[in-house]
């Protein structure tokens, strides 16, 4: 138990559909962020909040849109993805998102997609 | 942020002391090096990081060479539950995208019994 938890763990959607991944986190940490990890390829970083505003947008599509509505809470929302969307989508919180804070992050479960 | 290298994958004997690899020949002074830790469908997990000396904590154990160039990550006693992918990440302590953990492909140890 790393106190950030994600939902659902388990997604499939067909490419017209709209669904939202949660992430939530009780450590009192500033920055939180999306990662994707595709099969066989490195996690790669989507965004990073640091107090609720977007510092970091790494050429992530549209499709995929980012919302913090506080600290605590980061959602995912998703719309017309692709097949090759499909991976694991994790979430992770850090007490800071530059390096005022140790560069550790918590991560979660992660929330497993699977696009049809 | 320094790019790493990391052997693909390595084998530790359960109870034996397992040592990961690290090169980073092109780190910066202002780059620290972390360790985080993915076990088979699970996020990854900090195990530790350090800038020039060596530490230790209640996971393991970091150990870096006096140039800075590589460093080596002891797990002292290796059970099954160390079976995973580790990652060796150099990340800046300042300037844009100095929070970015940039992952790589990692070493997948595997303990065997």
């Known amino acids: 138990e790393t106190g950030v938890t994600q939902t659902p763990r388990h997604l499939v959607m067909g490419m017209t559909n709209k669904k939202s991944l949660k992430c939530e986190q009780h450590?009192?940490?500033?920055?939180m962020y999306w990662y994707k990890q595709s099969a066989k390829k490195p996690l790669e970083l989507m965004f990073v909040y640091s107090l609720e505003e977007r510092v970091e947008n790494n050429s992530v599509p549209s499709r995929f849109s980012p919302e913090c509505p506080n600290s605590s809470h980061l959602f995912l929302h998703l719309h017309t993805l692709q097949p090759e969307d499909s991976a694991l989508y994790l979430c992770a919180s850090s007490p800071s998102s530059g390096f005022l804070g140790t560069g550790e992050l918590f991560f979660g479960e992660g929330s497993r997609l699977t696009v049809l | 942020d320094a790019k790493t290298t990391q052997p693909t994958s390595m084998d530790c004997a359960e109870g034996r002391a397992a040592n990961l690899p690290c090169n980073h020949s092109?780190?910066?002074?202002?780059?620290?090096v972390y360790w985080y830790r993915q076990i088979h469908s699970q996020g990854p997990q900090y195990i530790i990081h350090g800038l020039k000396n060596n530490e230790t904590n209640e996971m393991a154990s970091l150990i870096i060479t006096e140039d800075r160039k590589s460093s080596t990550l002891i797990l002292p006693h290796a059970t099954l539950r160390d079976t995973a992918v580790y990652y060796c990440?150099?990340?800046?302590?300042?300037?844009?995208?100095?929070?970015?953990?940039?992952f790589g492909k990692g070493t997948k140890l595997s303990v065997i019994p």
């Open positions: 092109t780190i910066s002074g202002n780059e620290y």
């Open positions: 450590l009192g940490h500033n920055a």
């Open positions: 990440i150099v990340r800046g302590n300042s300037g844009a995208g100095s929070y970015q953990l940039t």
